[in-house]
């Protein structure tokens, strides 16, 4: 099973142009990567809006999780530039504020998928929205509009 995702994860960045002929483009992979977090953040508050069932929103909430502990490590030197990337000059001018909300997503993400294992729709709806403010936190101070 891994080595499937890990097939359909190679064959969707390459058809999504991140693949160059000396390695992958950070920038694309970077922005593949958000809009893939972006697509599990509003499965997350469509359930929480519609009053659905939580418990499967472990999966996505994980998958955020997950990209948040890689978050910082997509923006090495050297791609502050190009690629149409809207990241701000504070990312690299001030690393720990940028990993430290990066970890903040993480844990928000961790705790939301511990929590929709109960079921408990108010809780997640909480939770959620911490999430929500880590993402807009880091927009606001390391993302262009």
């Not at 953040?41 to 469509?46: G, L, T």
């Not at 530039?81 to 690299?92: C, M, R, S, V, Y």
Request: net charge positive; glycine share 10%.
């Amino acid at each position: 099973m891994t080595k499937r995702i890990a097939l359909c994860a190679v064959i969707m960045l390459a058809g999504l142009g991140v693949a160059r002929a000396d390695g992958l483009d950070p920038i694309a992979v970077r922005q593949a990567g958000f809009s893939l977090q972006n697509g599990d953040f509003a499965f997350i508050r469509s359930v929480v809006a519609a009053k659905g069932d939580v418990k499967p929103l472990e999966v996505p909430a994980r998958a955020v999780a997950k990209w948040a502990a890689v978050i910082p490590s997509m923006f090495p030197k050297g791609t502050e530039t190009g690629g149409d990337t809207k990241a701000l000059p504070e990312i690299w001018s001030d690393p720990a504020g940028f990993q430290k909300i990066a970890l903040a997503l993480g844990e928000a993400a961790t705790k939301l998928a511990t929590d929709a294992k109960t079921g408990d729709a108010d809780v997640v709806a909480a939770d959620m929205k911490l999430v929500g403010e880590q993402c807009g936190a880091c927009h606001k101070a390391y993302r262009a509009k």
